[in-house]
């Protein structure tokens, strides 16, 4: 048997291996790898293109979510009808039942105004919408004692008027904590101490229309009043309802201006008569 041998390659046997010059590898090797200054130039180029692509990725992004924001904003701006989500007021077509809840206010939530059964109640027209109070007019701060009234609602149709409850301690109308209606005074004295609430302004006598001791849906006692001053912040007329439970005084107002008046006045009434504190 032959025995395997190996060959040297003829090129490697007749050519004697090379020595490259540290010049020459200087040479290759500055051929072969980027400066150090080229690389930090590359790695600048290369974060600033991700900071642009990245800017450019939030820029669409924030865009497409404001754009899907504004009309929640603005349809959170516009009024609800509240014949939208209010139940029907039985025997009483058109109109809504408008009870609060035990989360509905500052006072409920405080147990300052409490339910017997229910907190408050009035009628309201379907078209009707409830307006955002600013906090200080609401007692937000100052619950569960206020030293001034406050307003438990208010709503609106521009096309027919507006009516809002006030609320007070009995004691801040100049009255003892517990007392009934009837020594608050007669329709007429009584009406001296809230007509500035009635009005947005003050009141003189013989603006008011009218003064009455009247009983309302619930079989409460009520003093009802007509006014008319042409000079009020909230309009030339006025209708209002006061009334007295657990210490508290509850003012409902319903104002509405000359054109207002003149295609309303029947639903306005029908609101006042509507009430229960």
Not at 59 to 73: D, E, I, K, R, T
Not at 74 to 103: I, N, Q, R
Request: with cysteine.
């Amino acid at each position: 048997m032959q025995a395997l041998t190996t060959t040297a390659s003829p090129c490697a046997a007749s050519q004697p291996p090379q020595r490259v010059s540290r010049r020459a590898r200087g040479s290759c090797c500055a051929q072969a790898r980027p400066s150090s200054q080229a690389q930090r130039q590359d790695a600048d180029t290369m974060a600033a293109s991700r900071r642009g692509a990245l800017l450019s990725l939030v820029s669409v992004a924030g865009a497409s979510v404001l754009s899907g924001a504004a009309p929640q904003l603005a349809l959170a701006a516009s009024p609800v009808p509240v014949g939208t989500y209010l139940p029907a007021a039985e025997g009483m077509p058109g109109f809504c039942l408008y009870s609060p809840d035990g989360k509905k206010t500052p006072a409920i939530r405080a147990g300052v105004i409490k339910p017997e059964p229910a907190y408050y109640q009035l009628a309201l027209p379907s078209s009707w919408a409830e307006l955002p109070l600013l906090n200080p007019l609401t007692g937000n701060f100052c619950m569960p004692r206020c030293e001034e009234p406050w307003y438990e609602f208010k709503f609106e149709d521009p096309k027919e008027g507006t009516v809002q409850l006030i609320v007070a301690e009995n004691q801040k109308l100049g009255a003892k904590p517990g007392a009934t209606l009837a020594q608050f005074g007669t329709p007429e004295a009584v009406v001296n101490r809230v007509g500035n609430f009635i009005t947005g302004t003050y009141l003189d006598e013989e603006d008011v229309l009218s003064a009455e001791s009247k009983q309302l849906a619930d079989g409460r006692t009520y003093y009802v009043y007509e006014v008319y001053t042409p000079y009020s912040k909230t309009g030339g007329h006025n209708l209002a309802a006061f009334t007295t439970k657990n210490g508290l005084a509850y003012l409902l107002t319903v104002s509405a201006s000359e054109k207002q008046w003149g295609s309303s006045q029947d639903k306005l009434r029908t609101m006042v008569d509507s009430f229960q504190a």
